[in-house]
Each structure stands twice: as C-alpha cells, then as structure tokens.
C-alpha cells in the first residue's frame, strides 16, 4: 500500500511537472508569436514579402492580353500588394496608371518586366499603354480598386 500511494505520488509530481512544462512552452511561444507577426508586417512594409495579388498581363499591337480576354478588366482589393507581371508578344509596350504611380518599363516582343506596388487608392481608373498612338488604337481597360 506504501509502495503504491509513493507510485501515486510520483505520478502526480510528474504529471505536474510535464503539465508545467507545457505550460512554460506556450508562455514562451505566446511571446514568440507576437514577434513573428511584426515581423512579417515589418517586412510587408517593405518589398515582396507578401503579395496579395499577381497580374499576369501580355501586350501586342495594339491591345493588352489576361487569359485570352482582350483589355481584361482588372479588379483588386484596397490595401493590396499587387505585382504585374508584363511582357509583350509584339512590339514595344508599357502598362501605365497614373492615378496609382503603375508605370513599367517598356518592354520589346519576348521581354517581360515586372512592377510591384500598393493599391492604396479605391476608385476606378484606367490602365494604358503609353506609346505612340497605342493607346488611341485600343491599348486600355478598366482598373478597378474596392
Ligand atoms: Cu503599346
């Protein structure tokens, strides 16, 4: 009977200290998570961490390409981190917004560029190419920001 109730004991003592364990564990994670999480924010301030959204867009003479949808009309979120993905498959083309500060650079057949910014402004605008007369022979569409 001794034996057994010191056995208890034992178990007892062990079962608390694996349970303080545990417990130290996610007081110690508790901390941990926080900071992983301004970390990612903090990094998220910065560049391509965290994108929301890609676009993935082609341009040719004279109209720009999603999915083989002609002039797509291009819908995001506010407060999205939006990378386009731009190459043209003829000519020399660029992605503009000018209400958002999007310019690409102009890319030539077979080139893709990339531009990553924030849509931090909810309206609709325009998207175009500014090249020549590209735009007047259908280089535009639709950028809308909810
Ligand atoms: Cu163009």
Known sequence: MKKLSLISVFLILSLVLVTGCEKQDSDNAVPSNPDDDSMMDDDSMMDDSTVD??????????????????????????????????????GLHDFVIDELGVATEKVNTGDTTYFEFVAD?????????????????GMEGKFIVK
């Not at 009309?73 to 386009?84: A, T, Y």
């Open 53 to 90: 959204k890609t676009i993935i867009l082609s341009a040719e003479n004279f109209k720009f390409v999603m999915d083989g949808q002609d002039n797509p009309e291009l819908v995001v979120n506010k407060g999205d981190r939006i990378i386009i993905e731009f190459s043209s498959t003829d």
């Open 121 to 137: 402004k909810a309206g609709s605008f325009e998207y175009y190419c500014s090249i020549g007369s590209h735009r007047a022979n």
